[in-house]
């Protein structure tokens, strides 16, 4: 069974980036019809998807994070990345990685990882 | 404000249907397919309802989807108390290039 799990500083002073690892068991991360992504949810608030990432590296961002987010993957690691620029407190929330199903009828987000969180703060 | 909004919660007594209502636009939800995630308290989101009504294997049948147009929505029947959870609709944005997601409905069992 796939498992996803997120790993990286749990504090980042503002101005700083913010810098998150995805580790994938169970299953490889170069099978193809997956993508990666990361999704945040701030504190006590909704879901914001981030972006995601193909094995191959080609990603796709939400335009309102676009110009600060940059995603890498490491196929020998079994681990995908992301860096988000110039945080402030605003960034701070909890961070989930999350397997993307790509299919015939539509995508979807399973399985995810369990979350880690990263606040913003001096 | 989010493009796709759900009721902030809904509430049943243990065995009673609830539903949940997902609004968004021509620019999502019309056209491209929903997906339902349940989020336990303290815990990551979790895949309830993918491409409209399909549940993934695990997920109990008293769990439903629907579509019709700019609108979807989740139907619990046979309320239980493990039911209790943060409930989130979500589906691709053409407008917006990415996904979007609901709101967030809390799902209270009386």
């Known amino acids: 069974q796939m498992q996803l799990q997120e790993s990286g500083p749990g504090l980042v002073k503002p101005s700083q980036t913010l810098s998150l690892t995805c580790t994938v068991s169970?299953?490889?991360?170069?099978?193809?019809?997956?993508?990666w992504n990361w999704i945040r949810q701030h504190p006590g608030r909704g879901l914001e998807w981030i972006g995601n990432?193909?094995?191959?590296?080609?990603?796709y961002y939400n335009s309102s994070l676009k110009s600060r987010v940059t995603m890498s993957v490491d196929t020998s690691k079994s681990q995908f990345s992301l860096k988000l620029s110039s945080v402030t407190a605003a960034d701070t929330a909890v961070y989930y990685c999350?397997?993307?199903?790509?299919?015939?009828?539509?995508?979807?987000?399973?399985?995810w990882g369990q979350g880690t969180l990263v606040t913003v703060s001096s | 404000q989010s493009v796709v909004t759900q009721p902030p919660s809904a509430s049943g007594t243990p065995g009673q249907r609830v539903s949940i209502s997902c609004s968004g636009r021509?620019?999502?939800?019309?056209?491209?397919?929903v997906n339902w995630y349940q989020q336990l308290p303290g815990a990551a989101p979790k895949l309830l309802i993918y491409?409209?009504?399909q549940r993934p294997s695990g997920v109990p049948d008293r769990f439903s989807g629907s579509k019709s147009g700019t609108s979807a929505s989740l139907a619990i029947s046979g309320l239980q108390s493990e039911d209790e959870a943060d409930y989130y609709c979500?589906?691709?944005?053409?407008?917006?290039?990415?996904?979007?997601f609901g709101t967030g409905t809390k799902v209270t069992v009386l």
């Open positions: 979500a589906a691709w944005d053409d407008t917006l290039n990415g996904y979007v």
């Open positions: 999350a397997r993307e199903v790509i299919s015939e009828t539509g995508n979807w987000f399973d399985p």
């Open positions: 491409s409209n009504n």
């Open positions: 169970g299953d490889s991360i170069t099978r193809g019809g997956y993508y």
């Open positions: 021509n620019s999502n939800i019309r056209g491209y397919s």
């Open positions: 990432i193909y094995y191959s590296g080609s990603t």
